[in-house]
């Protein structure tokens, strides 16, 4: 990031003001490009046969309904659902191919969703139970 950026070194202190002049979209696009080189770069022989796999599951974050209105789900629960994709280089490394962030009424199930969480189709997913 620090290459990417142009700066000669990123000190802690000041991270965050600069990460607040950074469009998001850029961060996003960094954030693709070191994990396709992360999948071409480090994948195990003994997954390359197989092709490229990704495990696929979701966990769910309650919040406070004094924190936020947005995720309501009904009067006393609030919360919102995190989706990911990952990349899995060998047993015990992996990084995000996609992710999903929405409210928690969405079911895992959704076609939007699990089109968004496939993207490409060149990948052999595993999702947890109870994914179509």
């Known amino acids: 990031m620090q290459r990417w950026l142009g700066l000669s070194s990123i000190r802690a202190s000041s991270l965050h003001r600069k990460l607040e002049r950074l469009p998001t979209e850029s961060l996003q696009e960094l954030c693709h ?10 994948c195990d022989a003994s997954l390359q046969s197989l092709g490229r796999l990704a495990a696929v599951d979701s966990s769910m974050v309650t919040l406070g309904s004094k924190r936020a209105e947005w995720p309501y789900v009904s009067k006393d ?14 047993e015990t490394t992996s990084y995000p191919l996609r992710t999903v962030l929405s ?12 089109a968004a969480l496939v993207e490409p189709s060149d990948v052999t997913c595993d999702f947890d139970r109870g994914a179509k």
């Open 77 to 90: 629960f609030h919360a919102i659902k995190l989706r990911l994709s990952l990349g899995l280089v060998n």
């Open 33 to 42: 490009q070191a994990a396709k080189k992360l999948a071409t770069m480090y």
């Open 103 to 114: 409210t928690a009424v969405v079911s895992d199930n959704d076609d939007e969703v699990l």
